[in-house]
């Protein structure tokens, strides 16, 4: 197999051949990369069409590609998709066939995959079973039914894919206090706290917090900040309260001035020195650890922030305000307490109550006031 690019061009084309038959065509992509992933789909395409069931015989690297090339490029999170594609053929084989893997094969896949650390800007730490279970089990599961449904793979083996996934860590449901909000403002640095209160406002990700002069924007006097370079490669965008609004467009403007490239900075005597991740992170930590809240995490705040933008809104509003794709992943994020089951149970009593005219003990209301 083979892409390159023509004298005089900066696109690739491919070229290989099958049997007696050479193929040639273009990628359409400047990058060898996705070059090699539009080429491995149009020989599994073609390979497809020419051999008896030819999707059970497709390699996993021609099926990553093919699944890749009708479905995840389609995605907003495209690039994840290819990292997610390319764990899965380094951890199961790029030769090993759709047709020769079973259990077994996606529980040495995960195993692989477990051994791989994630790499942060904090540095590098374990793998997450949640991780795994999506990156190898669910992606793999996913492309082995299109094998099936879609391609007309026949020769499949049955898999366990429940008794393969991990057993992930049930999601933290920590929602904060106002007692412990001021705690921890108390605790931490007056500079620093603009920044904590934002983050727990509008639930943004710590590591997306550092946005750009240019990414604050005002149109028609709605103040909106642009969220790029998330963790799934996607952009959102958030819409700012007045008084926030009002006072990010006065931080752009002094970061402009200052030529700094992130609108969060702390004065000091030799002028706007810039924050990073690392000293906010820090100093956050060294506040919750100050503040006695030991079983605190930074990312709590977006927790927090999910559950009351719910609380208040719903789950749609709090679904599009932290960016999330799929509102079950917003469910997971959202804490119902004791006393929002306890409110919603008044509400619905309360309303039984003035349809039939009841009270708590049964008696009509109209009777207990004397009416007839």
């Known amino acids: 197999m083979s892409v390159y690019r023509p004298r005089g061009t ?7 051949q099958i049997g007696n038959k050479r193929y040639y065509g273009p990628t359409g992509t400047t990058e060898k990369s996705a070059a090699k992933l539009v080429e491995r789909a149009a020989r599994a395409k073609i390979e497809a069409g020419i051999k008896p069931d030819a999707a059970s015989e497709m390699t996993i690297d021609a099926a990553c590609a093919l699944w890749f090339d009708e479905v995840g490029k389609h995605q907003p999170s495209a690039k994840n998709w290819e990292r997610s594609l390319d764990l899965i053929i380094d951890c199961v084989g790029a030769s090993l066939k759709l047709k020769e893997i079973s259990t077994a094969t996606v529980a040495e896949a995960v195993r ?18 949640a991780t795994v279970n999506r990156q190898v089990v669910d992606l793999l599961k996913r492309i082995m039914r299109r094998a099936e449904i ?4 026949k020769s499949l083996q049955r898999i366990d894919w429940r008794a393969v996934r991990m057993t992930e860590a049930q999601p933290r449901e920590r929602e904060i206090a106002d007692e412990e909000h001021e705690r921890l403002d108390a605790a931490l640095r007056a500079d620093f706290r603009p920044f ?19 990414d604050v924007y005002d149109v028609g006097g709605q103040v909106s900040i ?19 609004g009002r006072l990010m467009l006065a931080r752009k403007s002094r970061a402009v001035a200052a030529g700094l490239d992130t609108v969060w900075f702390r004065e000091t005597k030799r002028g706007l020195r810039p924050m990073t991740y690392n000293s906010i992170r820090l100093a956050l930590r060294r506040a919750i650890k100050r503040a006695g809240l030991s079983d605190l995490t930074i990312h709590d705040h977006r927790h927090d922030a999910a559950t009351k933008i719910t609380r208040e809104a719903g789950i ?28 919603a149970l ?20 109209s009777n207990q006031s004397g009416g007839v």
């Open 10 to 16: 900066d696109r690739y084309v491919y070229e290989f």
């Open 316 to 343: 749609a509003v709090a679904q599009a305000q932290l960016g999330h794709a799929d509102i079950g992943t917003t469910r997971r994020y959202v804490k119902v307490s004791t006393k929002d089951r306890l409110d």
């Open 226 to 244: 642009r969220i790029r370079d998330r963790k799934d490669g996607s952009t959102y965008v958030i819409v700012l309260l007045p008084e926030d």
């Open 196 to 214: 904590r209160a934002f983050l727990s406002t509008y639930g943004v990700r710590l590591g997306e917090m550092f946005f750009a002069p240019a």
């Open 150 to 153: 879609v391609w007309g793979a």
């Open 112 to 129: 692989q995959r477990r051994l791989i650390p994630m790499v942060t800007k904090a540095g590098s730490r374990p793998v997450k079973a």
């Open 346 to 365: 008044a509400r619905v009593k309360s309303r039984g109550i003035s349809r039939d005219g009841s009270s708590e003990d049964g008696n009509s209301v």
